[in-house]
């Protein structure tokens, strides 16, 4: 495996730096300071969109930076995983600022599903806005009333008919819901009880202003709603949609999943290691600059240590997660399940601990929204479980090595 860029990856990451450290950094913290102000509440029905991110999206258009993730030369720009994940890292450095490229979760997974697995007309009628940064998409699957860590347990339902699917039952942390551009909903649910557990549920398409459809409320983590793009709950009463909305076929849900979650969690991990490095670089900063006994604080307590430490796991994060995009591009995503799970533990846990760090070499600056950290610190909390906590993938890993030997 040679994981050095090539020289497709190095001129888009050279572009995308330059356009990040002209348009995107500058403006960081006044962009976090506006949408506190703009929407202040839970009521997402007045969120708006920061006045900065329509022409930061049209400049990032221009500049040949849209849709980075997709690898197809004709609707994107046709790079593969492991030539995306240099700049998933680079993107992640400020948590917003995927969405300027349109490559912001859930819409990255969603639209690779529709790609993938989408037939014309369900392409042309939502995959092709999702395309132009139209519309947003969100992503139902996890639920209140289950454990949802085992996804079979998944209890919402999609009925037949006649013409129609009927949906009912409650999601909830569905990402983006909040959205003023949120349209549409990739909806998973239990629809075939009689077949094996794998087959036995389906993906549907559902417009978000379908009647029966209503949004309850946005949920905070850790106090934060995360405006303007939140992470809401959903309830379904009898929501009726026509059967064309349906993905593959009915009972094909999990094979729909494997597909999506494996070049999504390669997004995901990336993101969280551009996170790591942003945070390990305000902690050195902030480290040196601080005098307190008559040092500067980076010489106290074992903060070398740390730092050191820090280093070491953020390359290793690394290294492990080009792996995991190598496999996917050469062997497959099925023969690249152990890594895919492997880092999905891994890099959350290395994030969690960077940011930590770094806030506790920034006080009480840390906690607050005076630096980037507790927005960072909250996104490597929720890294832990979003997309299936630690324990499955460690138990995915432990399963298939376990194989080996039997």
Same mark, same amino acid.
């Given at each position: 495996?040679d994981?050095?860029y090539?020289?497709?990856?190095?001129?888009?990451?050279?572009?995308?730096?330059a356009?990040?450290a002209?348009?995107?950094?500058?403006?960081?913290?006044? *962009?976090?300071e506006?949408?506190?102000e703009?929407?202040?509440?839970?009521?997402?029905?007045?969120?708006?969109?920061?006045?900065?991110?329509?022409?930061?999206?049209?400049?990032?258009? %221009?500049?040949?930076?849209?849709?980075?993730?997709?690898?197809d030369?004709?609707?994107?720009? +046709?790079?593969?995983?492991?030539e995306?994940?240099?700049?998933?890292? @680079?993107m992640?450095?400020?948590?917003?600022?995927?969405?300027?490229?349109?490559?912001?979760?859930?819409?990255?997974?969603?639209?690779? /599903? #529709?790609?993938?697995?989408?037939?014309?007309?369900? =392409?042309?009628?939502?995959?092709?806005p #999702?395309l132009?940064?139209?519309i947003?998409?969100?992503? &139902?699957?996890?639920?209140?009333?289950?454990?949802?860590?085992?996804?079979?347990?998944?209890?919402?339902?999609?009925?037949?008919? +006649?013409?129609?699917?009927?949906?009912?039952?409650? =999601?909830?942390?569905?990402?983006?819901?909040?959205?003023?551009?949120?349209k549409?909903? !990739?909806?998973?649910?239990?629809?075939?009880?009689?077949?094996?557990?794998?087959?036995?549920?389906?993906?549907?398409?559902?417009?978000?202003?379908?009647?029966?459809?209503?949004? =309850?409320?946005?949920?905070?983590?850790y106090?934060?709603?995360?405006?303007?793009?939140?992470?809401? %709950?959903?309830?379904?009463?009898?929501?009726?949609?026509?059967? %064309?909305?349906?993905?593959?076929?009915?009972?094909k849900?999990?094979?729909?999943?494997?597909?999506?979650?494996?070049? &999504?969690r !390669?997004?995901?991990? $990336?993101?969280?290691? &551009?996170?790591?490095?942003?945070?390990?670089?305000?902690?050195i900063?902030?480290?040196?600059?601080?005098?307190?006994?008559?040092?500067?604080?980076?010489?106290?307590?074992?903060?070398?240590?740390?730092?050191a430490?820090?280093?070491?796991a953020? @390359?290793?994060?690394?290294?492990?997660?080009?792996?995991?995009?190598?496999?996917?591009?050469?062997l +497959?995503?099925?023969?690249?399940? *152990?890594?895919?799970?492997?880092?999905?533990?891994?890099?959350?846990?290395?994030?969690?601990? /960077?940011?930590?760090?770094?806030?506790?070499?920034?006080g009480?600056?840390? $906690?607050?929204?005076?630096?980037?950290?507790?927005?960072l610190?909250?996104?490597?909390?929720?890294?832990?479980l979003?997309?299936?906590?630690? @324990? *499955?993938?460690?138990?995915?890993?432990?399963? #298939?090595e376990?194989?080996?030997?039997?």
């Open positions: 495996m994981f050095s090539n020289s497709t990856t190095q001129d888009y990451l050279t572009r995308l730096k356009f990040m002209e348009h995107v950094a500058p403006i960081e913290q006044q *962009v976090y506006d949408l506190e703009l929407n202040p509440t839970g009521d997402w029905k007045s969120w708006s969109v920061h006045p900065a991110i329509e022409p930061l999206k049209a400049k990032a258009k %221009e500049a040949g930076l849209w849709n980075l993730f997709l690898p030369a004709d609707l994107a720009q +046709g790079l593969t995983c492991t995306y994940a240099p700049l998933a890292e @680079e992640g450095r400020i948590p917003f600022s995927p969405e300027i490229f349109n490559c912001n979760a859930p819409d990255t997974g969603n639209m690779e /599903v #529709l790609y993938h697995f989408g037939n014309d007309a369900q =392409k042309a009628k939502w995959l092709t #999702l132009n940064g139209e947003r998409s969100v992503f &139902g699957m996890t639920e209140p009333d289950v454990a949802s860590s085992d996804a079979t347990n998944m209890a919402a339902t999609i009925e037949a008919d +006649g013409d129609e699917l009927v949906i009912n039952g409650k =999601k909830w942390w569905s990402t983006g819901l909040g959205h003023p551009n949120a549409v909903m !990739i909806f998973m649910g239990l629809s075939n009880p009689e077949n094996d557990k794998h087959s036995q549920h389906s993906m549907v398409i559902v417009p978000l202003d379908t009647p029966g459809l209503h949004i =309850k409320r946005m949920l905070t983590a106090g934060d709603y995360d405006a303007p793009f939140g992470h809401g %709950e959903v309830h379904f009463d009898n929501v009726r949609v026509p059967k %064309e909305n349906l993905l593959v076929g009915m009972g849900g999990f094979a729909i999943a494997q597909g999506r979650l494996g070049p &999504g !390669i997004h995901h991990c $990336m993101r969280a290691i &551009g996170m790591a490095e942003k945070a390990l670089e305000l902690g900063k902030r480290g040196l600059s601080r005098v307190a006994f008559g040092r500067p604080i980076i010489e106290l307590g074992g903060n070398k240590e740390r730092l430490q820090a280093r070491m953020i @390359e290793q994060s690394r290294l492990l997660t080009l792996q995991a995009a190598w496999k996917i591009d050469n +497959g995503v099925k023969n690249a399940m *152990v890594d895919i799970s492997a880092i999905k533990v891994v890099v959350p846990n290395m994030l969690q601990e /960077v940011v930590d760090m770094a806030v506790q070499l920034h009480g600056g840390g $906690m607050c929204n005076d630096y980037p950290l507790a927005r610190a909250a996104g490597a909390r929720a890294l832990r979003a997309d299936g906590p630690d @324990e *499955v993938h460690m138990a995915m890993v432990s399963r #298939l376990l194989k080996k030997y039997r």
